[in-house]
């Protein structure tokens, strides 16, 4: 079937700019969790979703930084007053659940690679 | 915050040479995942390793979880060019939905 999809593949913005980066994954995954990976870094955890709700936003950098998944499926990552700093891929990924290691297996989308200006 | 250390950073490799790269945490982990990520990719699934002690194995790839559940290692036998890319392992020390990823070992093959 089908795997994590996510869009846009690329963006480009400008600096203090407002960003919206989607993530669609695999049908009837519950699990949903969203990464940041700078040049040459593994990736770092930003927050994860367990249905609607955030169920870890601990990794979020600042309060620039906000995500949703209000129908439990797509989520959207919004940056606000982007920074050059924000440059990096943005990975999403989903499992089937939580709580069963069986369950738990990590599947990576493509990743959306912004860049700020 | 949790760390988790990976080496060597890079192995260069000639085709047929053995690889091993080694993932060290200083908590105890309740799981670590492998990850391999090709150039300009994302990362792709490997394995899971849960119990203490666990070998498990995938053709020319042999994954190791330490005792004390601490260390792991991903030894590759006989590379081939196309195990070229950067290999990461990803420990979590409750469920598995905060992952850290360690910083990977980038391998290069060539003939």
């Known amino acids: 079937g089908a795997g994590v999809s996510q869009t846009p593949s690329n963006k480009v913005t400008e600096k203090g700019k407002y960003v919206e980066l989607r993530c669609d994954p695999i049908?009837?995954?519950?699990?949903l969790y969203w990464y940041r990976q700078s040049l040459g870094q593994g990736p770092e955890f930003l927050i994860y979703?367990?249905?609607?709700?955030?169920?870890?936003d601990s990794g979020l950098p600042n309060d620039r930084f906000f995500a949703v998944r209000p129908e439990g499926s797509v989520s959207t990552l919004k940056i606000q007053r982007t920074e050059r700093g924000d440059s990096a891929v943005y990975l999403c990924?989903?499992?089937?659940?939580?709580?069963?290691?069986?369950?738990?297996?990590?599947?990576f989308g493509p990743g959306t690679r912004l860049l700020v200006l | 915050g949790q760390q988790v250390m990976q080496i060597p950073q890079y192995q260069h490799v000639q085709e047929g040479e053995d690889f091993t790269t080694y993932c060290n945490s200083s908590?105890?982990?309740?799981?670590i995942q492998w990850y391999k990520q090709r150039p300009g990719g994302h990362p792709v699934f490997l394995i899971q390793?849960?119990?203490?002690?666990e070998v498990k194995k995938q053709k020319r790839l042999t994954f190791q979880f330490g005792e004390a559940k601490k260390n792991s290692s991903l030894h590759i036998t006989a590379t081939q060019t196309t195990d070229v890319g950067t290999y990461f392992c990803?420990?979590?020390?409750?469920?598995?939905?905060?992952?850290?990823f360690g910083t990977g070992t980038r391998l290069q093959v060539t003939l």
């Open positions: 990924a989903s499992s089937l659940g939580v709580g069963d290691p069986a369950q738990e297996t990590q599947y």
């Open positions: 049908s009837g995954h519950t699990a």
């Open positions: 979703f367990q249905g609607t709700g955030a169920a870890d």
């Open positions: 908590t105890t982990l309740s799981n």
């Open positions: 390793l849960v119990k203490s002690g």
């Open positions: 990803a420990a979590s020390t409750g469920t598995a939905s905060k992952l850290t």
